[in-house]
């Protein structure tokens, strides 16, 4: 199975709360590009879950357009301090051979860091950078980092 993972784009602190901030003209392209350059290695059977947060909607909706996803379903365990081990348990119960999700730091770095086996930190998720693991189950220490794509990495 494949696993990918998303964090938002750059959103704007000109908000009235945190759930409400938007992505901004900067995020929007980082986030276009980063999809578009491995567009490619994304299968479009893939389940798509996305936070319900205004950024990560917005991303989602960037995913949706340049990979030809439907729309994703809302899932509040992809919100920002969300439970890991609760959201991994829910994954787990999915049927789906791939599964795209759209959240948010901490919990992606958190949960490429867990999968792969590394330690924590290891590997950055900045916004609009773009996770692929691979392995049988989604387990901690279960899963290969295949790549990790950011917003300024020339490929």
């Known amino acids: ?3 990918f993972i998303l964090r938002h784009g750059e959103a704007s602190f000109q908000a009235p709360s945190d759930e409400l901030r938007e992505l901004t003209s900067r995020g929007m392209d980082e986030t276009r590009r980063v999809l578009e350059r491995s567009r490619d290695a994304i299968p479009q059977s893939c389940l798509f879950l996305a936070s ?3 950024r990560a909607q917005q991303t989602a909706t960037i995913a949706a357009e340049v990979l030809g996803f439907t729309d994703p379903k ?3 365990l992809l919100t920002p301090e969300a439970s890991m081990e609760r959201l991994l348990n829910q994954l787990a119960g999915f049927s789906a051979d791939n599964i795209f999700l759209v959240s948010h730091q901490p ?3 958190s949960l490429v860091n867990n999968l ?3 330690q924590s930190n290891r590997y950055p998720m900045d916004t609009s950078s773009l996770a692929c693991l691979q392995g049988d189950d989604i387990l901690p220490g279960c899963m290969e980092l295949f790549f990790l794509h950011h917003r300024n990495s020339p490929h």
Request: proline share 7%.
């Open 107 to 109: 919990l992606v770095g």
């Open 1 to 3: 199975m494949q696993l």
């Open 74 to 76: 809302l899932l509040n």
């Open 52 to 54: 319900p947060l205004v």
């Open 116 to 118: 792969s086996g590394a």
